[in-house]
């Protein structure tokens, strides 16, 4: 048994960065970018009002005042997406829209709300406006160049593309980018109780859940779930799913059960006549037993058969390894230091308790969650949205201590 850090450390080992692949940026949410991106534009492009207002020049409203006000004559009235040869001249202005190019002359705007537009409540074209106060030179012009400039490195290889950088590449014109490539992700259940969802179950026999909890977290992860259903617990079915997943070009095998002390050997005897075994079982509850190796160079994740052990080792470990194929730096779960509201047994293990996390006035606080919490009970996790970490060596934990809580709900880390 080795203990969850060292089997992390193991697992992130032998699984490596994927190669990029060129995608829409829209198919980019939420991956890796594998190139540096500099800009070929100014972005804006060009001087333009931040404000509904008038373009003006600065000069001509020294000394403007409430009772002299500044009289400027308006040549023009400009939009958005709209240019003019009007050029402004001392003692005119321009009525501009906010995103509207600066008109030729002018060096600053001056909102509607500080003119006559407002003192008269008409907000409309005048052939005058007046302002009441001095204004600062280049106020409320937003200048070419000032957001990003032309051949600037805007957006680092390795960035997470979240949505402001997949806004910041539509602006620089860029539809498609380089992106690290999605694992595909081979899932595959073992045991010979198991039916697929659609099927009738028979007698001795459960429906197995275990595929489509590992495919969702794969898709919420960010990886393409490979299906390859249900082998029976005989080494030739394994052997020839995994055959069928190989065939596929998947980059990492799940499987589920069958690495538990009964009837581990079908997937170690497959892991010893096709690759290696790297280690088995991790001091961890749920989910100690867990199997990690490789078949013909690539990794291999077994998972245990009961539902919500299959999903904690998940997050430990899988999460990790996949973040890390997504070209991700850091894949620590969200976590949050959390006072516990009652006493906790815990064992030797590193404990993963399924909890409820909630924000109070004093911080965030746990509670375990109620009811039955076998590892065999899937909707323990359907009443948590955390795992609180009991570490090694804590076997008594009291109402008031503070703990680690990773949260389940805060998507993406
Ligand atoms: P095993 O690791 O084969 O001893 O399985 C442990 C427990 O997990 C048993 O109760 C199995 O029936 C259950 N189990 C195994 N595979 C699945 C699955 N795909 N979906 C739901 N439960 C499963
Ligand atoms: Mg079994």
Known sequence: MIPVDEALRLILDHVQPLEPERVHILEGLGRVLAEDIYSDVDIPPFDNS???GYAI???DTQGATTEDPARLRVVANLAAGHTTDVVVEPGTAIRIMTGAPLAAGADTVVRFEETSEYRTGKWELGEQVELYNEVRLGANVRPRGEDIRRGELVLNKGTLLRAQEIGVLAS?????CLVTKRPRVAI???GDELVGVEEEVGPGQIRS???YSNAAL????????VRLGIAR???QELRSKIEEGLAAGVDLFLTSAGVSVGDYDIVKDVLGAEGKMHFWQVKMKPGKPLAFGEIRGVPLIGLP???VSAMVSFEQFVRPAMLKMLGRSSWEMPTVKVIVDHDIDSGKRRDFLRAVVEHRDDGYHAQVVRGPRGSGVLTSMVRANALLVVPEGVDRVKAGDRLEAQMLDWHWG
């Open 50 to 52: 931040a404000m509904d």
């Open 57 to 59: 020049q600065a000069a």
């Open 172 to 176: 620089l014109g860029r539809p498609q």
């Open 188 to 190: 595959l259940a073992t």
């Open 209 to 211: 859940s275990n595929e």
């Open 218 to 225: 794969v898709q919420k992860y960010g990886g393409i779930p």
């Open 233 to 235: 617990d005989e080494v």
């Open 305 to 307: 058969g009961n539902p």
